[in-house]
């Protein structure tokens, strides 16, 4: 009679035959008899919801891989030509303010318009601009850098509901930043061994212990799951170099899977590598089924988060908003219409370099800034990064 692998047995099959176990489709459970139990169909959901997942992300992977480098050989030459257009635009309004003709306002809304252009290439590391900024600023970089970082600390002390330690310096922005989001974490933490503290001393309730019997049981399981496959991926158990060398290659898929809790991964090793059978996964007791789906429930849980905070770092790269769903369609869209922002700002720049040596247009075109600076702007690259 053939023998089937139990998943669970102490005694560890040795083979080197590789079967076919990388999808999840290779783990869903099959009836036994007339039809699933409830516990068979959950696991099987979760199964399915995993692989959806574990999809999503490669094709977003995939998706991004594609698009980055259009983006950047699109964008990257008008970024560049926009920066030289903004800096040859200081250049020519400091040369314009130190010749005389300008009323004092025009000449408070042309330094107005050098700081702010300036700022745009100190950001991108433009040591220059930094002495053209302080000569025209009321105030100096290193003023309003103090005033931000002191506006940062005021924040993060209301936020703390005290004053921030100066036992590490604090010189910048970002330091006070670090610092108070710290003090923030600690106080955090505080709090919840305070809270886990008042919970020891409660008497838990019976579905409180239920939950903790569960969660036992479920780390039991993707422990007993891994040490399987440890024991018979073990070098020592290959019969000659190449089933070595492939055992060493299973044995590193299989401890990234542990680390990250990837129940379907190590399971699809087990199936590659024969230590268990999708007929011997179907037979499992209903309370090995319950300890696994809670570990799927787990691992869908972190793969959509995980792929939450993909979709927003993918996002932020590409200039989408916060509310648009990552696509081709809309990654194609956001370039054209950052490729068309650039290139609408250059031929302005442009035209206006070859006519703001005129006095007449210079003035006029002063005007025209002071006018446009008070108009609200709801334009889709306000958050634009420089």
């Known amino acids: 009679m053939h023998h089937q692998p139990d998943l669970f047995s102490s005694e560890i099959k040795d083979t080197s035959r590789h079967t076919s ?34 999809v999503q992300w490669v094709e977003m992977q995939m998706m991004c891989d594609a698009h980055r480098p259009v983006y950047h050989q ?86 703390l509901g005290g004053p921030l330690t100066d036992d590490e310096s604090l010189e910048t922005v970002n330091d006070v930043f670090e ?57 020592d158990r290959a019969s000659d170099s190449d089933e070595r060398d492939r055992k060493t290659v299973l044995m590193s898929e299989a401890n990234a ?44 849980q972190e793969l959509e988060s995980g792929l939450q905070q993909q979709r927003h770092e993918v996002r932020y790269e590409f200039g989408l908003k916060s509310y648009e769903t990552v696509s081709v369609a809309n990654l194609n869209r956001s370039l054209r219409a950052e490729e068309s922002f650039f290139e609408r700002e250059l031929s302005a720049m442009q035209q206006d370099l070859q006519q703001l040596t005129d006095d007449k247009y210079f003035k006029r075109w002063l005007k025209d800034q002071k006018q446009l600076s008070k108009e609200p702007r709801a334009d889709i690259f306000d958050d634009w990064r420089y």
């Open 21 to 54: 176990g990388n999808s999840a489709n290779a783990l869903r459970m099959m009836a036994q008899h007339d039809h699933l139990s409830p516990g068979q169909q959950r696991f099987n959901r979760l199964l399915d919801r995993i692989e959806k997942l574990k």
């Open 74 to 159: 699109i964008l990257t030459p008008l970024r560049e030509r926009h920066s030289l257009c903004v800096r040859e635009m200081v250049f020519l309004l400091d040369s314009r303010l130190q010749r005389r003709g300008l009323s004092a306002q025009q000449e408070r809304i042309a330094a107005a318009i050098l700081c702010n252009l300036s700022m745009q290439l100190i950001v991108q590391g433009d040591e220059e601009m930094k002495a053209l900024h302080d000569k025209y600023s009321s105030e100096s970089l290193s003023q309003k850098e103090q005033s931000a970082m002191m506006d940062m600390r005021e924040m993060m002390e209301d936020m």
């Open 179 to 235: 610092a108070g989001m710290k003090r923030l974490r600690e106080a955090e933490e505080v709090k919840r061994e305070a809270r886990q503290a008042r919970i020891r001393k409660r008497k838990p309730s019976a579905a409180q212990l239920q939950a903790e019997a569960n969660q036992k049981a479920a780390e039991t399981t993707l422990r007993k799951v891994f040490r399987q496959l440890a024991s018979a991926l073990h070098p």
């Open 257 to 300: 899977a542990y680390d990250r809790r990837d129940l379907v991964a190590l399971l699809q090793i087990q199936l590659r590598v024969e230590l268990t059978d999708t007929a011997s996964i179907a037979k499992m007791a209903d309370e090995q089924i319950a300890a696994m789906t809670l570990l799927l429930k787990q691992q869908a």
